[in-house]
């Protein structure tokens, strides 16, 4: 036997189906595709899964609400408890030593929250720090340096 003499078996080849080719085909005239509508038109007949038949779509039907300010300034916030936490008494905290300690994430300016109680003695020098927060450094004996940002 030789490879030109190879041949599937019988059963194992299906003749391709012949669609459209008369009405004794059984599968003439609509050509299995039903009558009429988007479906049954040739060419890409899938449409996306967002539209809505021409119906005005969900997007425009929906309000627009709201705007996002431009000028709006966001801090990198950090809390009383952790300052307690991951500093000594007397230390100096800036913007570089929470980096250091990666308190913080870089490129936001820093604001400090008064959530958290205080016992050390700290210095501070942030962007800007809570009304509550600056009166518990201060009570604990601390200080508190708002930093003036170059831009202003």
């Given at each position: 036997m030789n490879l030109h003499e190879l041949k599937p078996n019988e059963s194992a080849v299906k003749d391709k189906k012949r669609i459209?080719?008369?009405l004794g085909s059984g599968k003439g005239k609509t050509a299995g595709r039903g009558y009429k509508g988007q479906?049954?038109?040739s060419g890409d007949n899938r449409v996306a899964p967002y539209f809505e038949g021409g119906q005005t779509p969900l997007h425009m039907r929906v309000p627009k609400v709201g705007f996002r300010s431009p000028f709006k300034k966001e801090y990198s916030v950090?809390?009383?408890s952790m300052?307690?936490?991951h500093f000594n008494d007397g230390d100096e905290i800036?913007?570089?030593t929470l980096l250091a300690k990666s308190l913080i994430k870089k490129g936001k300016p820093v604001k400090i929250l008064g959530m958290g109680e205080v016992t050390k003695?700290?210095?501070?020098?942030?962007?800007?720090?809570s009304s509550s927060?600056?009166?518990?450094?201060?009570?604990?004996?601390?200080?508190v340096e708002?930093?003036?940002a170059a831009g202003e």
């Open positions: 459209g080719r008369g479906k049954s038109r950090i809390n009383l300052l307690e936490k800036t913007k570089e003695k700290f210095k501070v020098k942030v962007d800007a720090i927060a600056k009166q518990k450094i201060e009570a604990a004996g601390g200080s708002i930093l003036e």
